[in-house]
């Protein structure tokens, strides 16, 4: 009898095991500009200024300015929009901090994201370090491959890396997104 519950018991425990929601996910991606922080800053510390740099984007509308509490509305050019809260915002520390409102899973395939854009000094130029944390797009124990933790990091990574490589060609003056 013993080892019929024993048994059991290893049985729930393993099924509950392989049976988890989704597990908080993490991107980092960074470039070096060549130019002076103050003037990285100038370009990319407006909020709702996205748009202007970021060649994934359509169209960035904004409210309530670069105030924690601040708001966007970012149309992306692939379709979907994302609709994101200023959290805090650093002039003097070159660095905001931001989250998704409501999740569009068209825009990106992830259900919840906070970021964090950061301009510091690097040599004669800039870093700029785009860190976010989000969750897949379905928070279920068995995601479709399309709202999976790969699908979100891909997605994410892609479009953090495309928004750098804007901003930096912004900045140098080498292309318009």
């Known amino acids: ?14 099924g509950a095991t392989l049976a988890h929601g989704p597990t908080p996910q993490k991107v ?13 800053w100038k370009v990319v510390g407006e909020f709702a200024g996205i748009g202007s740099w970021h060649p ?3 169209r960035s509308e904004g ?16 379709g979907g929009i994302l609709n994101e809260g200023l ?3 650093s002039a003097t520390g070159r660095s905001y901090s931001y989250r998704l409102s409501d999740p569009d899973l068209k825009a990106l395939p992830v259900s919840s994201y906070s970021a964090t854009l950061t301009v510091s000094p690097e040599g004669d130029g800039s ?7 989000f969750y897949r797009g ?13 699908a979100g990091r891909t997605a994410m990574n892609r479009y953090f890396a495309n928004g750098l490589k804007g901003l930096k060609a912004k900045v140098e003056g080498n292309a318009a997104p």
């Open 87 to 89: 959290d805090e915002m």
């Open 28 to 40: 980092d991606q960074s470039i070096v500009i060549a130019a002076k922080p103050d003037a990285v």
């Open 138 to 150: 379905d928070t279920g124990n068995e995601p479709p491959e399309d709202l999976s933790d790969e």
């Open 63 to 78: 409210s309530g300015g670069n105030g924690s509490g601040g708001q966007r509305k970012v149309t992306l050019k692939a």
């Open 127 to 133: 870093r700029v370090e785009w860190l976010g944390r």
């Open 56 to 58: 994934d984007v359509a």
């Open 1 to 14: 009898m013993r080892l019929g519950v024993l048994a059991l018991v290893l049985i729930f425990i393993s």
